[in-house]
């Protein structure tokens, strides 16, 4: 085996791939890659999945204009037309980049699986081994699978499914069981359910989304139980394929039963590909769970190897992989002015339906801190935009300290809910509060944002 030497080695194309800038242009850099440039949010994450949301919107859209005097003929669905269009279009853009990188000067692509053999020595599943200065591991996670013989492996020739496969199905399944009640399956729920397959959708625990604020997830939930084929407190433990049909068996308080469906989703998270890079080999050390444990500043144990995004994040989000590239970007190439990541107030989405977005401090969390909190729950329908929708189920739920009004959290449930929150992950952010930002500025009549500026307005101004 070959060995060579690099200034710095990312393994990983994902955001790994977004660390390479002019200022490393005097380094000698090695990115390897397994699969397809661009990594998950780009290939078969964030952005496919808003790709078949926003038609699911439309669609959905349609169907609830009914209580405006609306009414259309029932949508029809095609789903190579849709699939084609996500994918014509994103399919081109990891060779492009892939090319790109590889017309750099400074920069050598090795497509293989690396692995580490050593300290910042790496097997790169070419046939060379190479070592560097300075390594940055970008590796992401990976699907979990159930330990149910049948499901532990994703078998779309039979029906079994992952994100990585489901949206490029020949055809839209009449019926389909999803496993699992997170982000993932809230937002194919959502597709699924609206391109009318008929779901069966299976979660183990008495709520969907448990990590959200309880006031959200308890809507969500009854929403998707009425609406989606949820059913609650359902562990599959068993499953048998026939004739193109899964039959999975299931315990549930009230009893066994089965469920049928050509197609089965698995949505149960996903877990860091610590194992695949062969990190003890590097010296590297890590949580219980496989994640590489970092500091602020996204050092790991191993001096001058790093790690970013799913790999070793607490949150498994594009924008904080994005973030902490740009930490490490920075610390690279200014060893005695290294910066922190910031992790203060990490917002998140879920673009299911209905839509979710959320900041800081969840209710249950300041409750079992004792935190001294002001809490209002402003609804979409009592706010003029909102009002002229009829909307019957959107709200934004605003936490802030009681003493200096500072917002400690905020959760929106409904339209646009991902949109509507910004100006409450800034307020958090830049530490303003509730009262500076609802009385500070104007805010647009009769926008939708009049529903965050009504939840700042019913918290009790500061003592
Ligand atoms: C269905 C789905 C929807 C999502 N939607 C959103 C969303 O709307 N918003 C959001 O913020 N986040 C979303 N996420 C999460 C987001 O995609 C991830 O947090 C983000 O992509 C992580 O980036 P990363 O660079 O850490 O890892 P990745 O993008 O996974 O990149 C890791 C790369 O490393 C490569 N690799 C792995 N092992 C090796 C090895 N041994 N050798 C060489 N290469 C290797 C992989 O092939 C991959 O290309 C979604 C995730 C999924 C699955
Ligand atoms: N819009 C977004 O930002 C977005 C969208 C999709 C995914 N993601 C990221 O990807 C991550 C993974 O998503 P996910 O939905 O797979 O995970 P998740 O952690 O959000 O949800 C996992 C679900 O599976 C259930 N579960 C766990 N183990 C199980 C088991 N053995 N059997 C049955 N059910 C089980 C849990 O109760 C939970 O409902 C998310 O945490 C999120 O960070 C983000």
Redesign the pocket.
């Known amino acids: 085996m070959q060995t060579r030497h690099f200034d710095l080695v990312i393994?990983?194309?994902?955001?790994?791939n977004s660390i390479i800038g002019p200022d490393h242009d005097d380094l000698d850099i090695a990115i390897?890659?397994?699969?397809?440039?661009?990594?998950?949010?780009?290939?078969?994450?964030?952005i496919?999945?808003?790709m078949f949301v926003y038609p699911a919107d439309v669609v959905g859209a349609a169907t609830h204009a009914q209580r405006l005097g609306i009414t259309h003929a029932e949508a029809e669905v095609d789903w190579p037309a849709i699939r084609d269009r996500v994918f014509g279009r994103i399919d081109q853009i990891p060779p492009a980049g892939e090319r790109y990188r590889q017309s750099l000067p400074n920069v050598t692509v090795y497509k293989?699986?690396?692995?580490f053999v050593g300290e910042r020595t790496i097997d790169t599943?070419t046939g060379e081994v190479i070592t560097a200065d300075q390594v940055v591991v970008?590796?992401?996670?990976?699907?979990i699978m159930p330990s149910i013989p049948g499901l532990e492996h994703a078998d779309p020739s039979r029906g079994v499914h992952t994100?990585d496969t489901v949206m490029r199905m020949d055809e839209l399944p009449k019926r389909m069981i999803i496993i699992g009640a997170g982000?993932?399956a809230a937002?194919?729920a959502h597709v699924f359910a609206t391109f009318g397959v008929e779901l069966e959708w299976l979660q183990r625990s008495d709520i969907a989304l448990r990590d959200e604020d309880e006031t959200v997830s308890e809507v969500f939930t009854e929403y998707a139980v009425k609406n989606n084929g949820l059913r609650l407190n359902t562990t599959v433990v068993g499953a048998e394929y026939s004739n193109g049909v899964w039959t999975l068996a299931t315990e549930s308080p009230e009893g066994s039963r089965t469920y049928q469906a050509e197609t089965v989703l698995i949505a149960i998270g996903?877990e860091p590909?610590t194992d695949?890079?062969d990190a003890r080999a590097g010296g590297i050390a890590m949580h219980p769970d496989g994640r590489i444990i970092v500091d602020e500043y996204q050092r790991t144990n191993v001096p001058g190897v790093w790690a970013?995004?799913?790999?070793s994040?607490d949150?498994?989000?594009?924008?904080?992989?994005n973030l902490e590239?740009r930490t490490i970007a920075h610390n690279l190439t200014h060893p005695d002015d290294l910066i922190a990541s910031d992790h203060r107030f990490v917002p998140?989405?879920v673009?299911g339906y209905p839509q979710i977005a959320s900041v800081g401090k969840t209710e249950q969390q300041l409750v079992a801190e004792g935190a001294d909190y002001l809490v209002k729950i402003q609804k979409y329908g009592d706010v003029a935009y909102g009002w002229a929708m009829e909307d019957q189920l959107g709200f934004c739920k605003v936490l802030a300290d009681r003493a200096t009004g500072h917002i400690l959290g905020a959760h929106i449930l409904g339209y646009q809910a991902s949109t509507v929150i910004q100006p409450l992950i800034q307020a958090a952010s830049f530490g303003q509060t509730a009262h500076e930002v609802a009385r500070g500025q104007y805010w647009i009549h009769p926008a939708l944002a009049e529903v965050v500026e009504n939840a700042l307005l019913g918290l009790e101004p500061p003592a």
């Open positions: 393994i990983g194309t994902g955001s790994g390897i890659e397994k699969g397809v440039f661009g990594g998950t949010c780009l290939n078969v994450g964030c496919p999945t808003k293989g699986e690396a692995k599943g970008a590796a992401g996670g990976r699907p994100n982000f993932i937002e194919f996903r590909n695949l890079i970013l995004g799913d790999i994040s949150w498994q989000l594009k924008h904080v992989a590239a998140h989405a673009f």
